[in-house]
């Protein structure tokens, strides 16, 4: 799969939105971005995934640049339960299916 | 619904010793995933199921690793001759078969495993 790169962290306050961003610049046609956030002590979970167009869910919404070089996740009222790893992860249909994790964005949250 | 649950939660074993980690997937998940995340590092991938069969064991470190899933659905993950590098959290995840690039894979709390 092809690499992303992502902030090591970043800070939010508690009720602001929170703009992760990801630079993927050799993503292929095919590839898929997804989006996974580890709580403290817990496995990752799923957030989002999205392949061209921008994608919204509960949890978040995924905005995906033209170019698909880069996309955002989007938190749109942190919470201190949203203080997380988040790991951007481009997933190609041929490829493993293995999730290939770099080291992620420690988003911290404060009240 | 039950999620992945992973047993034991926390494992301590002495160097040389022999270990069983054991994965209970989501009911219905046909694919089954194992990694090793060590401290402040991303999980790694160990070893993919596709049913019974190990589909992918790129991420078996060294022969002391094997992983099997006998019925299609637990798996168990055992390592020999335990190093103290081995210490980490194992994690497990299980997913729907499809189109890669479109399945979420569900993780379990994982097994921290300690070696001394």
């Known amino acids: 799969d092809a690499k992303t790169t992502q902030p090591n962290s970043m800070e939010s306050n508690e009720e602001e939105p929170v703009h992760l961003p990801c630079n993927h610049s050799t993503i292929s046609g095919t590839d898929y971005i997804h989006w996974y956030r580890q709580l403290p002590s817990q496995g990752p979970e799923y957030v989002i995934h999205g392949l061209t167009s921008n994608v919204n869910n509960r949890m978040a919404s995924l905005a995906i640049a033209e170019d698909r070089k880069s996309s955002t996740l989007i938190l749109h009222r942190a919470t201190l339960r949203d203080a997380a790893v988040y790991y951007c992860i481009l997933r190609h249909n041929n490829a493993g299916n293995m999730l290939t994790f770099g080291g992620g964005t420690r988003l911290m949250v404060k009240p | 619904g039950a999620g992945v649950s992973q047993t034991p939660s926390n494992k301590v074993t002495e160097k040389g010793k022999y270990v069983e980690l054991r994965c209970d997937p989501i009911s219905g998940h046909t694919a089954l995933y194992w990694y090793r995340q060590s401290l402040g590092q991303g999980p790694e991938f160990l070893i993919y199921?596709?049913?019974?069969?190990?589909?992918?064991d790129s991420g078996l470190p060294n022969d002391r690793f094997f992983a099997v899933r006998p019925e299609g659905s637990v798996s168990t993950l055992k390592i020999q001759r335990t190093e103290r590098g081995d210490s980490a959290v194992y994690l497990c995840?299980?997913?729907?078969?499809?189109?890669?690039?479109?399945?979420?894979?569900?993780f379990g709390p994982g097994t921290r495993l300690l070696v001394l």
């Open positions: 199921f596709q049913g019974t069969g190990a589909a992918d």
């Open positions: 995840a299980s997913s729907l078969f499809g189109q890669r690039g479109l399945q979420a894979q569900y």
